[in-house]
């Protein structure tokens, strides 16, 4: 008997057929590619595919057919027919299974091209479902980028450039002027549903509360264009009025008289002082015996009148906690700004108002609060501001040193262009944090 293992071993291999070397080539083909490039691929096709097919032409059959002749006899003939020469194929191919993430990153693209035809159709001046704001009406989208509308760069080198090559060469604006620039459109911030009110307030007095209020006040109006006011609710014969070069002798008594008189913004600001830098700013009473009389009450018709005319309103606060004045102004705060000194005991008192605003059942203000440290105050060089920052940062949103300046010491009117850059930075950046803090829509 002839050996079957032998036999085996010497029989020729099996054929392996079309179809199955086709799949492995395909197989081996897919496992070379990644796997989106497959799902590209089969998304490419149509759902449906036509395609002519050439095949060789088949075996004619006679058929046969009868016929007349001429004279009405029956003849037979033949009729020669032949099979097609081309079939029709039709492919159907289903749609690729996408992943959940290519779905969503499908439909992000999609909104994202909507999104930018919109804006696309509006820079075309082409009509939109939705309406536009005149705020859209920007000298970037209006104005044709040329060397005649492109503004004339800002920082020493390319000034320096700019004008070395006859205005040919704009290297546009240093780093140090676009930070600046970066700044006013953060303080610039615009806000919907009415006026946002923004107290400064501390338990101690002398500690810079005025002069922090005409700081913000100053660096709010210098950088925005709607109107700021300053409200002097000092009680006790406050001092902010004296910031600034007087224009009238209005002071927050002439307005609670006057308010049925009050029909627009010309009437109210006949009794207000105007800066340079367009802050408007309300006196208190100069008389200790009337300004005991300055309660809640009128504190409101201010406010209200205020309300009207103004986009940001600051409250210079007296260092009575408890007064009455004081009720009216945080409930309609928006933000509130705590003034602290160097020293120990300013530090602590400015701490113990924290205490008593939470206990009180304004936690949410202290904690969107801002402390304003004024190192200008005596003992700052002995303590370690650090400690005093580190402390605040445990409990408010942000802390800002003031630095010191002649011009603040003084006690007398402020110059904001004067003041030292460092100075003006500080200001700055206080209007920054305030604005940030403050809500953008009430109504939502």
């Not at 081996?28 to 395609?51: C, F, G, Q, R």
């Not at 309300?307 to 606060?317: E, F, N, V, W």
């Amino acid at each position: 008997m002839p050996d079957k293992r032998t036999d085996d071993q010497s029989a020729p291999a099996r054929p392996v057929s079309a179809a199955k070397r086709t799949r492995d080539e395909r197989d081996d083909y897919h496992s070379e590619l990644p796997p989106h490039t497959i799902d590209n691929l089969a998304a490419s096709l149509p759902e449906s595919l036509s395609v002519p097919i050439e095949v060789p032409v088949g075996p004619r059959r006679s058929v046969p057919a009868v016929g007349r002749s001429a004279g009405g006899i029956g003849l037979d003939t033949t009729r020669i027919v032949s099979t097609p020469a081309t079939h029709t194929v039709e492919i159907s191919t289903p749609a690729p299974a996408r992943s959940a993430g290519a779905s969503s990153a499908i439909e992000s693209l999609s909104r994202a091209d909507a999104a930018s035809t919109v804006r696309r159709d509006r820079i075309r001046t082409e009509n939109s479902t939705a309406p536009e704001s005149a705020a859209m009406l920007t000298s970037d989208r209006l104005l044709a980028v040329n060397r005649k509308t492109r503004k004339a760069p800002q920082g020493t080198w390319p000034e320096f450039v700019y004008a070395l090559t006859l205005h040919l060469v704009n290297l546009g604006d240093s780093a140090k002027v676009q930070a600046y620039k970066e700044m006013d459109e953060r303080i610039r911030r615009q806000f919907e549903g009415g006026t946002r009110f923004v107290p400064i307030l501390t338990r101690k007095g002398g500690v810079g509360k005025t002069t922090v209020t005409t700081l913000l006040g100053m660096a709010l109006a210098d950088a925005r264009d709607d109107r700021i006011i300053a409200i002097d609710a000092n009680p006790d014969r406050g001092t902010l009025s004296e910031r600034v070069s007087k224009q009238t002798r209005s002071t927050v008594r002439d307005v609670v008289s006057k308010a049925a008189s009050i029909g627009n913004f010309t009437d109210f600001s006949a009794l207000v002082s105007r800066d340079e830098t367009r802050l408007d700013i309300l006196a208190s009473d100069t008389d200790p015996l009337l300004s005991e009389a300055f309660d809640e009450n009128d504190y409101n018709v201010v406010a209200d009148l205020a309300a009207r005319y103004y986009s940001i309103a600051l409250t210079d606060c007296g260092t009575g906690i408890v007064h009455s004045v004081m009720r009216a102004t945080l409930q309609r705060a928006d933000s509130i700004v705590i003034v602290s000194g160097g020293s120990v005991d300013e530090a602590r008192l400015a701490s113990e108002t924290l205490t008593w605003l939470e206990a009180n059942g304004y936690g949410d203000l202290v904690r969107n609060a801002i402390v304003a440290l004024n190192t200008a105050t005596q003992g700052t060089n002995l303590v370690r501001l650090e400690e005093i920052e580190s402390h605040f940062r445990s409990r408010v949103r942000e802390i800002v040193r003031i630095p010191y300046d002649p011009q603040l010491a003084a006690g007398s009117v402020v110059s904001y262009k004067d003041l030292k850059p460092i100075t003006r930075l500080a200001a700055r950046t206080l209007a920054e944090l305030v604005v940030e803090g403050l809500p953008t829509d009430r109504n939502l």
